[in-house]
């Protein structure tokens, strides 16, 4: 009889790699310490075959397994009602910023049903729960930095006054990937926002990191650099 899951999960655990990862996500204890190219090959192994009865009675008790359970929901063949369903059951278990820019990234049935899913995540990105919002963010900077939506996001990121620091830091980071792809819009957007001033400088801080950013718009960026105290 073919192992459970968690037991395909435990066979493939690397004690090193279990080491690493934790030391990436600080106060965890549930993570085996399974590698991502790993997982994901379970992950579509379980997409071809019977993948609702997997999530129907998938475990929650690892790490791996969340994380796993994500990445079907990704591959799945499944219409965007039945997708956004399962993901509206899998949010809530997005407990740490790995989880949720894993999860984010294989959503990508969002290119084909932008505005649909657009409708999705506006629970999301007004929600008071930590990663509920850092989903909204990163769904924005992976699947919605185009022109007819940018105007749209830089109003939610100004509305988003939640004080944890893994939304504060997904907000930076779609901000620095707005002014990449669209650096005129952001720009302007800068000077007017009403971001808190961390968001607003590591914002800044991450743009000047960028190799897709010219010299001369550095030293402009660093020039609007808040200062605090």
Known sequence: MENTIK????ELADEKYRIFNSSLLPGRENILGVRLPLLRKMAARIAREDWRGYLAGAEDDTYEEVMLQGMVIGLAKADIEETLQLAATYI????CWALCDSFCGGLKITVKHRERVW???QSYLTSDREYDIRFGAVMLLSYYVLPEYCERAFEHFDRIKHEGYYVKMAVAW???????????ETFKYLNRCSLDDFTYNKA????????RVDTAEKDMLRKMKRKTT
């Open 92 to 95: 809530p278990k997005i407990d």
């Open 119 to 121: 409708e999705f995540i």
């Open 174 to 184: 779609a901000i620095s990937v707005y002014y990449v792809k669209l650096p005129e």
């Open 204 to 211: 800044i801080q991450k743009i000047i990191e960028s190799f």
């Open 7 to 10: 037991e395909q999960l435990m």
